[in-house]
């Protein structure tokens, strides 16, 4: 496949419980991005890698959150002891890195289809 | 399928200029709309989150309006500036199957600020 996938589609867990959700970018594509909708609410910016490194950590909502990736390839975003509000859609998105004389920047992101996660 | 299209790819405005972004989605049956900030080596920012049942949303120099029966918003930038620079991205989150929902983005409009 061509784009972004996740996995899983969805996961019901029960409140407490660690969940442990899966992004494969294209590849290719060196900057990952995670990201989280809640209903009725936009899109929250969670976490970007640039390659295997996290330079913005800024939107993790909490230290229950983390997220790893390795080889500059797959991503797991990992939330531990997961609470009610934490049921969400959590999307994934990759793109290129541009390189020019104005510095580094990124190109359009493409985003997978998400993961529902919903805790009881 | 929802489709959403944004109008122009890319706009250069010279510093002090008004100007407004175009975004149009196919399915009038949405949730809410989203105005996002995207900017290099950086996720997206949230500008202005308008729920379906609102005509428009004002936050300092920005102002989105809605048109759902029309399918169409727009992002009214007031006395830009170079520090406005940046893609400008539209989503729209609407029903579909059995009680699940999408996001769906615009591909996006680059404004470019010039001093």
């Known amino acids: 496949g061509a784009g972004v996938s996740q996995s899983p589609s969805n996961k019901v867990t029960e409140k407490g419980k660690d969940v442990e959700l899966r992004c494969d970018p294209i590849s290719g594509h060196t900057a990952l991005y995670w990201y989280r909708q809640s209903l009725g609410q936009g899109l929250e910016f969670l976490i970007y890698?640039?390659?295997?490194?996290?330079?913005?950590k800024s939107g993790l909502p909490s230290d229950r959150f983390s997220a790893e990736r390795t080889g500059g390839s797959v991503s797991t975003l990992t939330i531990q002891r997961t609470q009610q509000e934490d049921s969400a859609v959590y999307l994934c998105a990759s793109s290129r890195t541009l390189r020019g004389r104005g510095g580094v920047s990124t190109d359009t992101q493409y985003f997978g289809p998400g993961t529902r996660l919903t805790v009881l | 399928k929802q489709e959403v299209t944004q109008i122009p790819a890319a706009l250069s405005v010279p510093e002090g200029e008004n100007l407004v972004l175009n975004c149009s989605f196919t399915d009038s049956a949405i949730y809410n709309l989203q105005w996002f900030r995207q900017d290099p080596g950086k996720g997206l920012t949230s500008l202005l989150l308008i729920q379906s049942s609102q005509r428009e949303q004002t936050s300092g120099r920005l102002n989105a309006s809605l048109d759902k029966s029309s399918g169409r918003s727009t992002l009214y930038i007031a006395a830009s500036q170079p520090g406005d620079s940046a893609t400008y991205l539209c989503a729209v989150v609407s029903r579909s199957g059995a009680g699940s929902y999408q996001l769906t983005f615009g591909k996006g409009t680059k404004l470019s600020v010039i001093p």
């Open positions: 890698f640039q390659g295997n490194s996290a330079p913005d």
